[in-house]
């Protein structure tokens, strides 16, 4: 069986010349669930339950401005599916925000989540604003207000609802809605702190959520990269070392998407963002990089680059030749205007829904592996999961065992060595007991390795693409958990 399924047919499709005439977002993930349903023998009505988004909130308030003046703010939630409970997913802060967006979002969380045996339903929410446009002291007024409201309406608590940083949010939001509950709510709650996970550490955080959506990104290709037979079917060779990559966004997820990679042995030759493209064929020095665009806001100005590209065609560096494209912003990046044009032999999706229905089409038909969204960039979700589970059980991961899996080690060393062994040349790190970082990045690589695994064998099995594969362990997965549990009480 084919590793990947030939385009879908097109004999009745009309020509799309513009990002206009692709499908919404919410459009493209329901395109995706009815090409993956297809190859299940579900049930047509648990499929439509599965498919559907349970419960919608939309609420307005007003907030006091710093100049005095009365605005009101508008904010969503949509908890999509109950299957399994409490549900996830991110807060954005954006302009764009709107109900079909978090609907949109919520589903492809529930099918995320299900994919890498995350035990959540899947959920999304947002306010309708620019987080730039705001002083720090109006935003906590938003987002304090917001919880409230969620709260009141029950979209919020450790096991009913439980949101996460996205896009134009980070850990601060979610330390003043972890405060806002705890206060007003959670005073006899001893799980109050699970309300809410990509907090600070000192807020019951946990070490390595901030960079496991784009360190899941990194493992998962590298793990894809790893299967020989898979490389074989699709001309790759095999291995990480030495790829080419461009990452297209430099927030949160590129940036650690392209620091991993760095780390792994690749090579980052390009970077996009929406004002300014970078490359270097040499490859580019990411830590150094990030820091003049934090401090510039910009890429351009960088030294040491062979070429520039200013805002006005920023995105053409996508369609430069490179072994992995990892496109880490919004939605529909690629599409069918460039889709054509996109050299890339992997595309390793790091954002939400990045490629449309339609350029997918097009790159598979081009030989292009498209590694899904949904599989590629649950690191997050699972590290929030790990977050969450440390807020459960009032324990740093690593802090029962880590000094006696320190003295086990040099124990065992010093038994060699009394055997009359030569151990000088074991480092001192390897008998380190675990930290919770380690054990976070173990988990995630595992969870990450995992998803892989089960996508590449039903693609195979079924000769579909890895994404309607992605999606076919979801639906059975989460079919599977409705014909144990039942439907109705």
């Not at 730039?132 to 609802?161: M, N, Q």
Request: aromatic share 8%.
């Amino acid at each position: 069986m084919p590793f990947e399924n030939p385009p879908l047919p097109v004999s009745n499709k009309k020509p799309l010349d513009s990002i206009e005439e692709e499908p919404r977002f919410l459009d493209m993930v329901k395109m995706n669930f009815d090409n993956a349903s297809k190859h299940t023998d579900m049930d047509a009505g648990l499929l439509e339950q599965i498919v559907t988004c349970n419960s919608v909130l939309r609420v307005s308030f007003p907030i006091r401005r710093d100049d005095g003046t009365i605005e009101v703010i508008r904010g969503y939630r949509a908890q999509h599916s109950h299957h399994c409970t409490p549900t996830k997913g991110g807060i954005r802060y954006a302009e764009a925000v709107d109900l079909q967006e978090v609907e949109a979002l919520a589903s492809l969380m529930t099918f995320k989540c299900a994919v890498v045996d995350v035990p959540f339903g899947g959920a999304k929410g947002g306010i309708s604003i620019d987080p730039k446009k705001y002083s720090v002291h109006e935003l906590e007024k938003i987002t304090r207000r917001y919880a409230v409201e969620l709260k009141k309406h029950g979209f919020l608590g450790p096991a009913v609802d439980v949101p996460a940083p996205d896009v134009g949010t980070g850990a601060r939001e979610m330390a003043w809605i972890k405060d806002t509950y705890l206060h007003l709510y959670g005073m006899e709650d001893p799980f109050a702190e699970g309300c809410v996970t990509g907090k600070p550490k000192g807020h019951g955080g946990i070490d390595g959520r901030t960079e496991a959506t784009g360190l899941g990104v990194a493992y998962a290709t590298r793990h894809f990269l790893t299967k020989e037979d898979v490389c074989r079917k699709h001309n790759i060779v095999p291995g990480v070392a030495g790829k080419t990559v461009i990452v297209q966004g430099f927030g949160n997820v590129g940036y650690y998407a392209a620091k991993f990679f760095q780390e792994f042995g690749a090579k980052v030759v390009g970077i996009v963002e929406y004002n300014g493209s970078v490359y270097n064929s040499s490859g580019l020095d990411v830590e150094a990089l990030k820091k003049h665009h934090l401090e510039n806001h910009s890429l351009l100005g960088f030294p040491g680059v062979e070429r520039e590209v200013d805002a006005a065609s920023a995105a053409s560096l996508m369609e430069e030749e490179c072994d992995i494209l990892v496109p880490a912003a919004l939605e529909r990046a690629i599409n069918v205007t460039n889709a054509g044009r996109i050299k890339a032999k992997i595309i390793a999706e790091g954002a939400n829904g990045p490629t449309t229905p339609r350029a997918e089409e097009t790159l598979i038909a081009n030989g292009t592996v498209v590694l899904p969204d949904m599989l590629m960039n649950a690191g997050g979700v699972s590290a929030s999961y790990f977050e969450w589970l440390k807020n459960l059980q009032h324990v740093r991961f690593g802090r029962l065992n880590r000094r006696w899996e320190e003295s086990t080690k040099r124990g065992f060393l010093e038994g060699l060595q009394a055997a009359g062994v030569d151990v000088s040349h074991v480092k001192h790190e390897m008998t380190d007991g675990a930290s919770e970082k380690d054990i976070v990045y173990s988990g995630l690589e595992d969870t990450m390795c995992t998803g892989v695994d089960e996508t590449l064998a039903t693609a195979q099995a079924k000769g579909v693409s890895y994404r309607v594969a992605a999606f076919i362990n979801s639906l059975t997965k989460i079919g599977q958990n409705y014909n144990v549990a039942g439907l109705t009480i």
